[in-house]
């Protein structure tokens, strides 16, 4: 069974960072692609940012240049760094693991930006 969680949420003002991570049982290259979720009060799940097995990147427009998506093949985690955060980021965030038709879901973890 694949296990995937996520860490590293928490209450941060405006402006802040965190780095949140996601550790999957298993190697990461046994996966298509790792990737970060967000779905706040209300609203519909969304990609936030992704990684491939090859290692290339996506992001969502509204994250690119303050998100940073990466691995830690050794560790077997992904990890987004998130900078400049606004209030609107605030949001459950969720990893996804994809191999072939598979996913696999974590609980997710809370981020709230907010002074």
């Known amino acids: 069974q694949v296990q995937v969680v996520e860490s590293g949420g928490g209450l941060v003002q405006p402006g802040g960072s965190l780095r949140l991570s996601c550790a999957v049982s298993?190697?990461?290259?046994?996966?298509?692609?790792i990737g970060w979720y967000c779905q706040a009060p209300g609203k519909q799940r969304e990609l936030v940012a992704a990684?491939?097995?090859?290692?290339?990147?996506h992001y969502a427009d509204s994250v690119k240049g303050r998100f940073t998506i990466s691995r830690d093949n050794a560790k077997n985690t992904v990890y987004l760094q998130m900078s400049s955060l606004k209030p609107e980021d605030t949001a459950v965030y969720l990893c996804n693991a994809v191999v072939s038709v598979h996913d696999y879901w974590g609980q997710g973890t809370q981020v709230t930006v907010s002074s």
């Open positions: 990684i491939t097995r090859g290692g290339i990147t």
């Open positions: 298993g190697s990461i290259f046994s996966f298509d692609a």
